[in-house]
C-alpha cells in the first residue's frame, strides 16, 4: 500500500513539475532574448499574434494590439516585475497621471483605456521632434513610422527610443527586462494611423 501511494506522489510531483517547465518555456517564447547577435527585418515579424483582424491600422487596432502584446488583453495581469493591467504599467507611469491605487487601477478598465491614450499623447509630445525627424526613413532595414515610435516608447521608454534613432540603432541595443528589443515594436506596431492623437504636455484622463 506504501509502495502504491509513493508511486502515486511521485507521479504527481512528475506532472507539476512538467507543467511548470512547458509555462515558463511558454512565457519566454514570445520574447527576443538579448544574447541574439542581430535579426532581421523577417525575423521581427515572425510574430504575427499583435494584429487584431477587425480592427485594422487604427488607434483601436494600435491600442488592442499593443495590449495584446502585453498581458493577452487581460486588465487583471500583474507580472513578475510589477507591471500591471493590459497595457503594463510600471507605478512611476501611473504616477505620472496621479494614480497611485494599483489595485483599484487593475479593477478598473474603464481607467486602463483612458490611460494608455493619454499615454499616447505624451509620448507624441516627448518624441514629436523624432517623429518629425525620424518618420518615414529607414535604420537597419526597418522602416520607422510614428506608430512604430509610439509603441516602441511604450516598451522602452521616450528616452531609449530617442537614443535608438539618434545613434541610428547603433550602440547598446535597447531590451525590456524580459530581453524584447526596441526594434520588434518598431516592426510589429508600424503604420497605423494615430494622427488624430495630440502631441499634449499635460494630457488628462
Do not use: W
Not at 509513493?6 to 511548470?20: G, N, S
Not at 487604427?58 to 516585475?81: C, D, M, P, Q, W
Not at 535608438?164 to 540603432?169: A, E, H, I, Q, V
Amino acid at each position: 500500500m506504501k509502495k502504491f501511494f509513493f508511486t502515486v506522489l511521485i507521479a504527481l510531483l512528475f506532472v507539476i513539475v512538467t507543467a511548470f517547465s512547458f509555462r515558463k518555456k511558454e512565457e519566454k517564447s514570445s520574447y527576443i532574448q538579448q544574447d541574439n547577435a542581430t535579426f532581421t527585418v523577417s525575423q521581427l515579424k515572425l510574430d504575427d499574434s499583435h494584429y487584431i483582424p477587425g480592427y485594422g491600422k487604427t488607434f483601436l487596432g494600435f491600442k488592442e494590439a499593443i495590449g495584446f502584446k502585453e498581458s493577452r488583453g487581460k486588465y487583471h495581469v500583474v507580472n513578475t516585475l510589477g507591471y500591471v493591467g493590459k497595457y503594463q504599467f510600471g507605478k512611476s507611469a501611473l504616477a505620472t497621471y496621479r494614480i497611485y491605487d494599483v489595485d483599484h487601477f487593475i479593477k478598473n478598465s474603464e481607467l486602463q483605456e483612458k490611460v494608455f491614450k493619454a499615454h499616447c499623447s505624451y509620448n507624441k509630445y516627448l518624441l514629436r521632434n523624432e517623429i518629425d525627424q525620424f518618420a518615414g526613413t529607414t535604420i537597419k532595414g526597418i522602416e520607422i513610422t510614428e506608430s512604430g515610435i509610439l509603441a516602441a516608447a511604450h516598451l522602452a521608454g521616450s528616452g531609449g527610443v530617442r537614443r535608438y534613432l539618434r545613434s541610428n540603432g547603433k550602440g547598446r541595443r535597447i531590451v525590456d527586462a524580459y530581453g524584447t528589443n526596441i526594434e520588434q515594436y518598431l516592426v510589429k506596431f508600424a503604420d497605423y494611423d494615430l494622427s488624430f492623437i495630440e502631441a499634449t504636455k499635460y494630457p488628462t484622463l
